[in-house]
């Protein structure tokens, strides 16, 4: 199980400490860091200003959001990338939920999650395979644009620039069962939200068919500490923020994977909470067991018998959500 240093996306602004954590994760032998977005930095910024302060650990977007970019653009950001940093590239891709598809980037969210997203990545495949003209006769991505709207003079076009990989990997971060087997036919990896060692049923039927050399990359807080429940409380925030008010209260794809963990009656208590404007009682409410099993939190001894468990598992690369050097170095030592 190789590791990798998941620096998400930026509150108010920038950290400033993130290309020294992605420098000693480097020299830790860390595999990969990776970067994300929501609705405020983008993840490829970020990512292109470590690969130049970087020389070997691969660079990863998790996630990219579909919602935000056409897939050709998302390409074109990809192969950049790729030839810039000497092949480091990985395209992680989400396709979000409706509030921040609709709210922040102005979009329907399709109707057809599933076919939206295979006709995002063929696209993208298209064009780092560069084998010809892109062509697609999509429902939501339809190469050359073919809309009533539209003037008829599209033209196919094949990328100008040389793709330096045809194989760059795809990843997608995809929560519903039927996301996640499709994921495992159309991509090279998958990106879980929450994986929980101790509940791989609940994957099992979606990951019947994997084949080999499939990447499973889920993330996970961790931090070396004395007091297991404080270091809890940051999950817990995440949490509780993800599962009360990244959705609608008829519509959130993070409380239900939380429920079909065996967590139903919770995860609805805790949107009930956060929607009616009692955010800290919904953080409150976020079981320690469940935060506790997704995450990798409290002194080593602990962290090094929990690890175990993630390592007999199906999971190829653990993207660690980590705070400090210290985390970094515990991590790295114990799975040495």
Not at 148 to 174: E, Q, S
Not at 194 to 222: C, G, K, N, Q
Request: with cysteine.
């Amino acid at each position: 199980m190789r590791l990798g240093l998941a620096l998400g996306y930026w509150g108010r602004g920038p950290d400033p400490g993130h290309v020294a954590l992605a420098q000693e994760a480097e020299r830790l032998g860390y595999d990969s860091v990776w970067t994300a977005e929501a609705w405020g930095s983008d993840a490829f910024t970020p990512l292109t200003w470590i690969a130049a302060q970087t020389s070997r650990i691969r660079l990863g977007t998790a996630v990219a959001q579909m919602a935000a970019r056409s897939p050709v653009t998302t390409a074109m950001h990809a192969l950049t990338l790729d030839h810039l940093s000497g092949g480091r590239t990985m395209l992680g891709l989400g396709l979000s939920g409706p509030q921040v598809v609709e709210g922040w980037y102005g979009r329907p969210f399709p109707r057809s999650p599933l076919t939206a997203t295979r006709e995002y990545v063929e696209v993208i495949r298209q064009v780092l395979r560069r084998e010809g003209p892109v062509e697609l006769a999509g429902r939501f991505h339809a190469h050359p644009y073919a809309g009533a709207d539209g003037t008829g003079l599209g033209k196919p076009l094949k990328p100008i620039t040389h793709p330096l990989r045809a194989d760059l990997p795809v990843l997608l971060g995809a929560e519903g069962p039927k996301n996640i087997a499709q994921t495992t036919r159309i991509a090279d990896g998958w990106l879980p939200l929450y994986w929980s060692p101790l509940r791989t049923d609940v994957y099992e039927a979606s990951l019947a068919d994997v084949p080999e050399d499939f990447l499973i990359a889920p993330m996970a807080r961790a931090r070396v500490c004395d007091d297991v429940a404080e270091g809890l409380l940051p999950v817990k925030a995440m949490l509780g923020f993800y599962i009360g008010g990244m959705g609608h209260s008829a519509r959130n794809f993070h409380a239900d994977l939380m429920a079909r963990m065996g967590y139903e009656t919770e995860a609805r208590r805790i949107q009930e909470l956060f929607l009616a404007g009692r955010r800290q009682e919904a953080v409150l409410a976020v079981p320690d067991a469940f935060a506790d099993e997704i995450s990798l939190v409290g002194p080593r001894a602990r962290i090094a018998e929990r690890l175990e468990l993630w390592r007999k598992g199906p999971v190829t690369d653990l993207l660690v959500l980590a705070p400090d050097p210290h985390t970094l170095r515990v991590l790295a030592e114990l799975n040495s």
